[in-house]
């Protein structure tokens, strides 16, 4: 730990320590609190504080952008308000041009909005003294004094730097003394499993090696906030698989104190709670914020359509856009008919369907049911929520195939059935039920 980050690092309630200073009776080499005026049993070590951000009615207005609207202004964020909780891993997700990068270029400073407000909140862990924390309102403060890293889309790395060179820039930009950048930065590339390429040229690197030199660089300074705008689209897709976990164990372990290799990172000190960075990252790929996110929004036409846990978005869509958004789905419509407990019975064409999602609507209402190709069942006993059809088109995908079911009532049905076999393609007429219907 250099002398000169110490008091940026660390705080005894509140108040910032350094080595060789008037408190430095206070920690041990390893930054481990000792004793010193405030005494041994009355205070603690904590990380650095975790961030929550808070957007309120956040609008962004271009004027004289709007397509075939003779120079009428263009909203691309729209009266947006959100919290995102300290160390989240939170998406912003939606269709090409929807205002999910304008929303996150306006948190990152370097877009100014229309109207609205971006609030900082940084809170010490459970149990510390409130006097360290605060609320900041950087709505219109320039990025550098935002303490925000950024992964951009092409990397935008300096091709003629080193590895090691490219992650040291923030440091020296912040005039960090050498010894200590040349520490934070061998952290940095240990954290993203890069340590041995320290010394090559981002051309002499794949393209999954340049995108773990752009996180370690936004990283290395250690920022309060990680915005990440859509850091794996240039990637092929076995690497944006294999790269997914890897974003999210680095922001999770980036967390507990901007540094893997501290005794901290590894065992945890008291009071903090070691939930990670707090992290924005943009994307249209719905696999990947399924697959890594604590939280998403989905975006849609500058505002947020729907907010929530992975699993809830993808099993209870909101609408029909989120539905279809998410992945493939059967939209069937139909008639409420009744409930059964906290179920809702809908009549359509393929018969009676029960569906889980608590319904606000009343008997008569019109409603669309949605069906997931995968929850499906073929084969099954007669019984609730049961169909019968056959098999019109077949798409063997190894693990799984896709099937075009002609059911009753005219209604063409898609199935995905795991784990195929040889006659899949040329199934007899057959019953299949869904487990999900919503």
Known sequence: ?????WGDRYRVYGKPVRRGGPDAALTNGRGIVTGGAFGAAACYLVARMATTITLNELTKTFPGSAPGSGGAPLTVVDRVSLRIEAGELFFLLGPSGCGKTTMLRMIAGFIEPTSGQILFQSAPPSGAS???GGTRDVTFLPPNRRNTGMVFQSYALWPHMTVAQNVAFGLNIRKVESGERDRRVAEALRMVRME???????NQLSGGQ???????R???????????????SNLDAKLRIELRGEIR???????????????QARHGVSGYPGNGITTIYVTHDQK??????DRVAIVNGGKIVQMGSPVELYRRPRNAFVAEFLGETNFIPGTVVGTEGARTVVQTALGRLVSSAVSPEVNGDSVVCSVRPEAWRIGAPDGMNTVFGKVEESVYLGETAQLSVGAQGGVRVRVAALNPGAGTRAAPPMSMFSTQVA
């Open 1 to 5: 730990m250099g002398d000169q980050n």
């Open 130 to 132: 409130p006097e360290g």
């Open 196 to 202: 041995q390429y320290g010394a090559r040229k981002p």
């Open 210 to 216: 340049q995108q773990r030199v752009a996180l370690a």
């Open 218 to 232: 936004a990283l290395v300074i250690r920022p309060d906030v990680l915005l990440l705008d859509e850091p794996l």
């Open 249 to 263: 164990r680095i922001c999770k372990e980036a967390g507990a104190t901007g540094d893997s290799g501290s005794s």
């Open 288 to 293: 990947e914020a399924l697959s890594i996110a």
